[in-house]
């Protein structure tokens, strides 16, 4: 079960790891998407008027807070199709978060009231697979929040095991407050980063009339230049120690 704070989360931190679960393990997956994206600062810029040099055309798109959720939606769960998740293991909660405003109860709670209603088949391990809430100062509070929940939640017994990985972005982060942590870093083979690449290609769709903005690569344009190049996941190795010294 991969839980993701935003969209984009699923492909930039997790994506790696996910696509070989998925397609070289055999390993059943789900994602569960926690906020809702709304606080983009995409969504002021797509109507700022201004011609863009990452698509044809201008910014001339004013549109309401569930429209832009949804555009932003389209390029996730697009995305999840690319991992490899089939569309039935796509998940968003009954009540979504506001982007922004997620604390560690807040997605416990969400987290909790999920499980609640998910079946895991005889004989399998439920297995969350989520980031690391160890990235320092800089790490989206969003992020810390739920790396915390998931911390919870498996120190509370509600699943079987713990994945931890480290936002690419903040692994220098990790690297600054936490000496203790053991970081492995998988990088991508060759299939892997065609995989990769097509999902990075689902935030970078510009159809306007079909509703699809390039939100992703408007929020990290020089993320998804080099992202294909050499894309990798960076995991915690040691997660019970980390979670014994740091709560
Ligand atoms: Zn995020
Ligand atoms: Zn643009």
Known sequence: MNL????????????????ASIRER???????????????GVHRLLANGRECSLHGGTHHYRMSRERFVAARDREFTDSCRQIGYSRAN?????????????DTDGAYGVLKGFLSTFRVKDGDRLVL???SPYGGPEQHSD?????????????????QGLELYQEPYCVFGLRETHKEAALGVKMADRQTKEVFAKACAAYGKWRPLLG???????????FFEKSTESPASYAIGNVDEMIELNG
């Open 4 to 19: 993701v704070p935003h969209q984009d989360d699923e492909l930039i931190t997790l994506g790696v790891e996910t696509i």
């Open 26 to 40: 055999g390993e059943e997956n789900h994602v569960l998407i926690f906020t809702d994206g709304s606080a983009s």
């Open 90 to 102: 796509i998940h968003f909660p009954k009540e979504r978060l506001r982007d922004g405003e997620m």
């Open 129 to 131: 697979r989520t980031i």
């Open 143 to 159: 992020h810390t929040s739920l790396g915390c929940a998931a911390v919870s939640a498996y120190k509370n017994g509600l699943v």
């Open 212 to 222: 699809r903005f390039a939100v992703g690569v408007h929020s990290m344009p020089d």
